[in-house]
């Protein structure tokens, strides 16, 4: 494979695995060279800097044709978003960008992350999703939006119905790409794909891409930029890990002590069940602290305005429940 940012020497992966071979990267969003109001919409959205898969994986989808990636870490939802919002043209009532993905909850998320970062570009983004009423999602597609993400089963009735036509696809995203390119879902994708332009770009992103499925890529991919990131590069730089063992008494007091020593923008202190989640949000609070907490008990609608005003920093501390060792209280600052 040829043409800039190529490797001529492909990286040798393990046995099975897809090898990158494309290795041209950024260090920061304003090295993309992206549209003023997309940039906008990625500070708003509380995003500083690019995390690897999107330092490695937005600048093909702009710059290449079809892009394949891989990747344990975070970020892959913002780096095919940002990539396909760059690309698209917000004057034009037309559907330019499809994204499927196989749960109805990623599907959801993942067109809040589009609403937030195409907040300035005014793009339209309409989630079809199954267990709702098809007459709705008609509606919503009378508003001629840019962007499509839903279910691929809840997309292909609605192309069937003729209420969704592809003829101005600019880009094809499948999420989770090795689940939607097994049995399940095969036959369903297979169809849309034989549906969408011939110059439409295709992008796959994955945790993991086995060799077998990057094989039959081949059928329907043109060319495309492969993008590995290996575990090991997955280390946060910027941010230092710090652990204190400590008597479950002292825990509190500890926590304020680091508060008056030093500067914290934002942090997000884990705890392991509700009683404490609620009893530290309670203290902090004391304190004169904003709080935001999630646990079990909060509506999935509940915890995405909590994240809201996390992300907005209109609260500056999150106190979440997750499953950590009893003894355990881990604090991870941004
Ligand atoms: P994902 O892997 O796409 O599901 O993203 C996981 C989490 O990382 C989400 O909460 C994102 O909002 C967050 N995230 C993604 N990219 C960035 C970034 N560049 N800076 C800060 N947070 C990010």
């Not at 780096?79 to 909850?105: H, M, Y």
């Not at 309409?126 to 597609?141: A, E, F, P, Q, S």
């Not at 942090?267 to 009893?279: E, S």
């Not at 907490?293 to 909590?306: A, N």
């Amino acid at each position: 494979m040829e043409g800039k940012g190529k490797n001529k020497d492909q990286i040798k992966e393990d046995e099975g695995i897809m090898e990158s071979n494309f290795d041209e990267s950024v260090e920061t969003f304003d090295e993309l060279n992206l549209k003023p109001n997309l940039l906008r919409g990625i500070y708003g959205y509380g995003f500083e800097n690019p995390s690897i898969i999107q330092q490695k994986a937005i600048l093909p989808i702009i710059q290449w044709n079809d892009v394949i990636a891989a990747q344990s870490g975070t970020g892959k939802t913002a780096a095919f978003a940002i990539g396909t919002l760059q690309l698209v043209d917000p004057q034009k009532n037309e559907i330019q960008c499809l994204i499927l993905s196989p749960t109805r909850e990623l599907a959801h998320q993942t067109s809040i992350v589009y609403q937030f970062l195409g907040e300035y570009l005014k793009v339209k983004v309409c989630l079809l999703i199954g267990g709702t009423r098809v007459g709705l999602d008609i509606d919503k597609l009378k508003e001629e939006p840019q962007f499509l993400v839903g279910n691929p089963g809840r997309v292909l009735d609605l192309i069937w119905k003729k209420k969704i036509s592809l003829g101005y696809l600019q880009s094809f995203v499948l999420d989770e790409a090795d689940e939607m390119l097994s049995k399940g879902f095969l036959e369903t994708i297979k169809e849309i794909i034989s549906l969408i332009p011939n110059t439409a770009k295709i992008l796959l992103f994955s945790a993991t891409m086995p060799k077998g499925i990057v094989e039959m890529t081949t059928k329907f991919m043109k060319d495309p930029a492969k993008i590995l990131v290996k575990n090991e590069e997955l280390t946060l730089e910027g941010i230092k890990h710090y652990y204190v063992y400590l008597k479950k008494e002292d825990k509190l007091d500890v926590l304020f002590e680091i508060y008056r020593g030093i500067e914290i923008a934002q942090a997000i202190i884990y705890c392991y069940i509700k009683k404490v989640v609620d009893y530290v949000s309670e203290e902090l609070k004391k304190k004169g602290h904003m709080i935001s907490s999630i646990h079990g008990d909060l509506k999935q609608f509940e915890r995405d305005s909590v994240m809201r005003y996390f992300r907005s920093g209109v609260t500056r501390v999150l106190v979440i429940m997750a499953y950590l060792p009893e003894e355990l209280m881990y604090i991870k600052f941004h």
